[in-house]
Structures are given as structure tokens and as C-alpha cells.
């Protein structure tokens, strides 16, 4: 089977949510986690990706080379790939967005880039008609990249959510300005989830 790089694009629904979280790993840094390709369904290419068909290329030696890129360059790889798995649904990612790659992690995060495409190569299909129409039933992929793109198709993939890393902050180490500072910062933080709360107490006291 021809090896010639062949791209999906993937529909995202809304981001469910942003969450910044206390962890000391990736401070400050956006997390991304969702589906970059579906099993089952008929894109409007007229293709069905099957169940199992990623199943070699991110379990073989080719999985340190899938890249995580900025509209299917592979000159601009804009993370690192922490979970890459099948589920019953798709194609499952857990990805980091580099330190250096801030702008395109925000237009992820405001919703502006909220789609993905996969570049892959056919290793096995089938053809079948189904309803008059020609379907490709694509069996076994390899995996190139997967990338964050302005357009797509399949509808049915999801962004399940963002979130980021919280920054660590050594209290003692910080001078007044710091802290009133950070207090404003929670403040605002805190008044985003619970409106009725003037201040960071307020916020404890409604708990």
C-alpha cells in the first residue's frame, strides 16, 4: 500500500471547559485533551475509519515520530503528546503545548482554533457500497501527525476539554505588591465561579 500522506480533518464541539490546576508540572502551561479521529461514522470524504486502525502505528516503532502540529506542518510542532490511545469512541490525545507556542495555545483556548486533521498514510481498506454509495473502510492507518486547523469536516469529534497548569507560588518568597497582586488575580479567578463573592474570604465562607 502506497505510503503518500493523505489528511482527515476532525470537527471539534464546544470546549466543555477550562480549568487551571495546582500541579507543579507544565505550570502555566494549556493542556489539551479530546479525539483527533472517530471510529464508525462516514466523513464527507466517504470514508469509515475502523476500530483498531490506529492500533499499530501508536503502539509500534513509529509512535515516537507521530508530531502534534500547527495546521499540518510538520516544520511547526507545537507540543508534546502525553496519551495517545483507541477507545471506543476514537482516537484519544492528552497533549501540552509548549512554553513557546503561547498565541496558538490561546487561540485554542478562546475558541478560535477549536478543530483537528490527522495526516496518515493507508495500510489497509475496503471498498463497499452501502445505499448507492461507494464507501472506503480504512482498516489500518500510520499515523504522521495530528494538527490544530482553522477547517474540518467529521462532526463528530470532540475537544472534551483545556485546562492549565496553575503556576507555583512561593508565598514567602514574594514582597507585598506580589501578593496583593496574586490576591487580585484569585479574586478574579474565584468571582468568574462564584458571583457572589466580593473576595478570596467570601469565597471560602460560601463553601
Not at 73 to 97: C, H, R, S, T, W
Not at 144 to 168: C, G, H, L, Q
Request: contains cysteine; hydrophobic residues 40%.
Amino acid at each position: 500500500m502506497s505510503r503518500e500522506i493523505e489528511f482527515k480533518n476532525i470537527s471539534a464541539e464546544n470546549i466543555k471547559a477550562f480549568e487551571r490546576k495546582a500541579d507543579g508540572e507544565f505550570a502555566g502551561r494549556l493542556i489539551v485533551k479530546g479525539y483527533a479521529a472517530v471510529f464508525g461514522n462516514v466523513d464527507s470524504y466517504g470514508d469509515v475509519i475502523v476500530k483498531g486502525a490506529f492500533a499499530k502505528t501508536i503502539t509500534g516503532e513509529n509512535k515516537e515520530d507521530i508530531a502534534f502540529c500547527w495546521q499540518h506542518d510538520m516544520k511547526q510542532p507545537i507540543g508534546n503528546i502525553m496519551v495517545l490511545k483507541e477507545d471506543d469512541f476514537g482516537l484519544y490525545f492528552e497533549a501540552v503545548i509548549s512554553a513557546s507556542e503561547e498565541g496558538r495555545a490561546v487561540k485554542i483556548e478562546e475558541g478560535i482554533i477549536k478543530k483537528f486533521s490527522i495526516g496518515y498514510w493507508v495500510e489497509e481498506r475496503d471498498f463497499k457500497e452501502e445505499d448507492g454509495e461507494s464507501l472506503r473502510f480504512l482498516k489500518e492507518l500510520g499515523l504522521a501527525e495530528f494538527s490544530a486547523v482553522t477547517r474540518a469536516a467529521n462532526k463528530k469529534a470532540k475537544i472534551i476539554s483545556t485546562e492549565r497548569k496553575a503556576e507555583d507560588f512561593d508565598l514567602q518568597s514574594m514582597g507585598d505588591e506580589e501578593l496583593k497582586a496574586l490576591e487580585l488575580r484569585l479574586e478574579v479567578e474565584l468571582k468568574s465561579r462564584e458571583p457572589e463573592a466580593k473576595t478570596v474570604f467570601d469565597y471560602i465562607n460560601l463553601k
